[in-house]
């Protein structure tokens, strides 16, 4: 029997052996499952792969993971994973293999791709889930999961050459405010890539004040905002406010997200005001 949070894809022509898909959760060594734990346990310690580049955990780095699960793990970058994935792929079919990413395992379409280059070549996979910051962002603020519309990436003005809000950003926000609906919007991550291209020591994390500030200028500097910072740490900060109010802010080490709430349930504006501190002229409910 497959354990009631793995899926299974099941090759046309299976191997003998597996590539699991774990994903780490939302912020150090301890956050993955258990059932995480014991696939990583049960590889082989040179059958280990992981990225970090969709997403990172801020509260551990790759030695502290190493060291909680006694393995030795090859980080790939975007192109070792999406261009040149031979490594991982070769390993799934001569063992047990287990790659790693922050959060759950299948949110990039980067991971689905990868998962369905081993279906092709006949590799079964499983997938084992974790936290991700979309369940975190609902379950710290009260916003309840499915009053959220589409989600949107808000990135730095250098990494889309304008410097001004992306259009679609916006427009995200407006069509699902239209239909009463909050938007999550993730905050920009460059680890490896900088402003001149190609950089292995540059890592730089959008903070939610410097996000704020963006929508506040582009957009709408009295609409209501909720910070979530430092999801899944033992010290995890919620916050609601204007966005004029929140860029001034301090919010201290990354992860943040900033939510853009739509139609408020009297559920959800009771939690943000005893929650996040929100004002009781903004979170009005419906």
């Known amino acids: 029997m497959i354990p009631r949070n793995e899926t299974r894809i099941h090759a046309a022509t299976p191997l003998a052996r597996m590539l699991t898909f774990v994903g780490l959760g939302l912020y150090d060594e301890s956050s993955i499952t258990v059932e995480g734990r014991d696939a990583i346990a049960d590889a082989d310690a040179d059958a280990v792969f992981a990225e970090f580049y969709t997403s990172h955990l801020v509260g551990a780095d790759v ?81 309840q999961n499915y009053r959220f519309g ?55 994390y959008m903070s939610a004040d410097y996000a704020a500030g963006l929508l506040a200028e582009s957009w709408d500097p009295d609409a209501l905002g909720v910070v979530v910072a430092r999801a899944g740490s033992p010290d995890p900060v919620v916050r609601a406010d204007r966005l004029a109010a929140l860029a001034d802010a301090d919010f201290g080490d990354p992860l943040h997200m900033l939510i853009v709430p739509g139609d408020l349930h009297h559920v959800e504006a009771d939690a943000l005001c005893g929650l996040a501190g929100a004002p009781d002229d903004l979170a009005t409910p419906e």
């Open 150 to 204: 589409k989600a949107t990436t808000l990135p730095f003005e250098w990494a889309h050459g304008a410097d001004v809000v992306p259009g679609s950003v916006i427009d995200t926000i407006e069509d699902n405010r239209t239909r009463g609906l909050h938007t999550l919007c993730y905050l920009d991550i460059k680890v490896g890539r900088g402003p001149e291209g190609a950089d292995p020591d540059f890592e730089e």
């Open 63 to 143: 030695a502290d993971i190493e060291a909680s699960h006694d393995v030795e793990i090859e980080v790939r970058d975007r192109v070792g994973v999406e261009q040149r994935p031979e490594p991982i792929l070769d390993a799934g079919a001569s063992g047990d293999a287990v790659f790693l990413t922050a959060g759950d395992t299948m949110i990039s379409t980067t991971h689905v791709d990868l998962r369905l280059r081993a279906h092709e070549r006949g590799i079964e996979t499983r997938v084992i889930h974790a936290p991700t910051a979309e369940s975190a962002a609902s379950s710290l603020t009260g916003l």
